[in-house]
Structures are given as C-alpha cells and as structure tokens.
T-cell receptor, first 116, second 115 residues
Framework: GDSVTQTEGQVALSEEDFLTIHCNYS??????LFWYVQYPGEGPQLLFR?????EKGSSRGFEATYDKGTTSFHLRKASVQESDSAVYYC???????????????FGHGTILRVHP | GPKVLQIPSHQIIDMGQMVTLNCDPV?????FYWYKQILGQQMEFLVN????????KSKLFKDQFSVERPDGSYFTLKIQPTALEDSAVYFC?????????????FGEGSRLIVV
C-alpha cells in the first residue's frame, strides 16, 4: 500500500536557521502530495500541496517541490521563527480516481521546536 | 479557511459503554473521514464515507465502530462497546471532491478517554 516516510522525528533550531524536513513516498499511480501543520490541541491544517512532477508548493515561507524521480517532497524554509514550532506532516492522497477513495496517508510527523 | 466542527471536544467514558462522536463538516463537502491519533503518534486513517456509504475502512475500524450521516446532519462515529485501546483523539475531516488534489479539512479533534 501507499506509505510516507519522514526521516526526522524531531528538529530543534534557533530563529533564522534554515529548515529541511525530508519526506519520501511510495505509491502506485500519481499521488497528490501535501504538507500539513498541527499546533497543540488542534487538527492538522493544510500548508500546501502539489499535484504534478516538478510542481512547487509554498505557503508562509515554506516550500517543497514534487520530485517523481526521487519520490520526494522535502519541506524547506530559509529562516524559521519561534511561531513555526509545531508538528509537520507529509501526506499523500491517492487522488480518488478509479478504485481509490481519496484518503490521505500521513507520515509519522516531525516535531519542530524553534528557540528564540 | 473552511471549518469542521467536532462535538464533544473531550469525553471520559467507562469501558464497555457506548460513545458517539459528532462532526459538522464543511457545508458543501461531500466526502467525510475519521482519523485516529494516539498521543504523540501519527494520524491513522479509520474510514471514509460518501453518499450514505462507507467507501473504505482500515483494519483499525473494528466491528464495534460504525459511522453514519442521517439526513445530512452530523457525521457520527459510534463505538459500542468501548475498550481501553480506543483512548485517542479522533479527528473528523471533509473534502469537496476526491479527484486528484483532494484536500481534507480537519476539525480540532475529540479526545476520548476510556477508563
């Protein structure tokens, strides 16, 4: 079945550091890829998504590029802020075409802590 | 952005009793989902629902679980009877369509504690 692997379980940075969270996926077909962010006590919120090879998604200074060749969708931000502290999930959707039902498959999540 | 509302936000229940978790999805959405998150762990898919029917369910969706959306009201997850391992946060989500790019919008979760 489909799967998403996030390499980093926890990342600790200082403000203005560069962030990379690695995400690799395994899926049949051509999934849509997502990054969600979850703050304490809340549900996951969409950060952005990408549907095609080489497409770049971005929001609030975060970005990731869909790479079908390396099956990756790594999250990056040039300069993090304390307010970025949260859990970040990479996810994929089977797109819901044909026999697929459109559910999201999540990675394990990466806890980001940014210190002032 | 679009809001999914969940009621209750917290519930403590005795093992063996029944619990119903309610979800008010985004108004024009057609597809509905439940996910389970045990503290500190990943989001795990339970079930999705469309046009009055379950589309897909995972192995976590035990026989004691059921979902329905009677007459377009709340989308509900019922657990009967509850077990200790059902303690978790349950997230409801909805989406407009399940074509490529299907974006799920999540509620804030219902924290269930089974004692």
């Amino acid at each position: 079945g489909d799967s998403v692997t996030q390499t980093e379980g926890q990342v600790a940075l200082s403000e203005e550091d560069f962030l990379t969270i690695h995400c690799n996926y395994s899926a049949s077909g051509y999934p849509t890829l997502f990054w969600y962010v979850q703050y304490p006590g809340e549900g996951p919120q969409l950060l952005f998504r990408a549907s095609r090879d080489k497409e770049k998604g971005s929001s609030r200074g975060f970005e990731a590029t869909y790479d079908k060749g390396t099956t990756s969708f790594h999250l990056r931000k040039a300069s993090v802020q304390e307010s970025d502290s949260a859990v970040y999930y990479c996810a994929l959707s089977d797109g819901g075409t044909g026999a697929n039902t459109g559910k999201l498959t999540f990675g394990h999540g990466t806890i980001l802590r940014v210190h002032p | 952005g679009p809001k999914v509302l969940q009621i209750p936000s917290h519930q403590i229940i005795d093992m063996g009793q029944m619990v119903t978790l309610n979800c008010d999805p985004v108004s024009n959405h057609l597809y509905f989902y439940w996910y389970k998150q045990i503290l500190g762990q990943q989001m795990e898919f339970l079930v999705n629902f469309y046009n009055g029917k379950v589309m897909e369910k995972s192995k976590l969706f035990k026989d004691q679980f059921s979902v329905e959306r009677p007459d377009g009201s709340y989308f509900t997850l019922k657990i009967q009877p509850t077990a200790l391992e059902d303690s978790a946060v349950y997230f409801c989500a909805s989406s407009f369509g399940r074509r490529s790019g299907n974006t799920l919008y999540f509620g804030e979760g219902s924290r269930l504690i089974v004692v």
